[in-house]
Nanobody
């Protein structure tokens, strides 16, 4: 079973930046694509950013131009650089290993709070 561990969340002021990291327990790049989801209080979990099998990236409209997903396959790591953060970005952020039918494995989540 693949284990995913997120880190890098915290409290940041509006306009600030955070970089989230996700460490996978094994090499999964040949089986899954990686992505980031988030869930705000009282809301459903939503896709933030992900890789496609062709190697391109997809972003939620709300984060385009502000967030960047990247990866280091050799290190089994995936990252989410978040810039120009807004209060509405406050959520628990989850790393996911995604197969054809959707997310297969989840990390435990890391809290991101954007507040002054």
């Amino acid at each position: 079973q693949v284990q995913l561990v997120e880190s890098g969340g915290g409290l940041v002021q509006p306009g600030g930046s955070l970089r989230l990291s996700c460490a996978a327990s094994e090499s999964i790049s040949s089986t899954y694509v990686m992505g980031w989801y988030r869930q705000a209080p009282g809301k459903e979990r939503e896709l933030v950013a992900r890789f496609t099998r062709g190697g391109s990236t997809n972003y939620a409209d709300s984060v385009k131009g502000r967030f960047t997903i990247s990866r280091d396959n050799a290190a089994n790591m995936v990252y989410l650089q978040m810039n120009s953060l807004r209060p509405e970005d406050t959520a628990v952020y989850y790393c996911a290993a995604i197969e054809v039918w959707g997310p297969r494995y989840w990390g435990q989540g890391t809290q991101v709070t954007v507040s002054s």
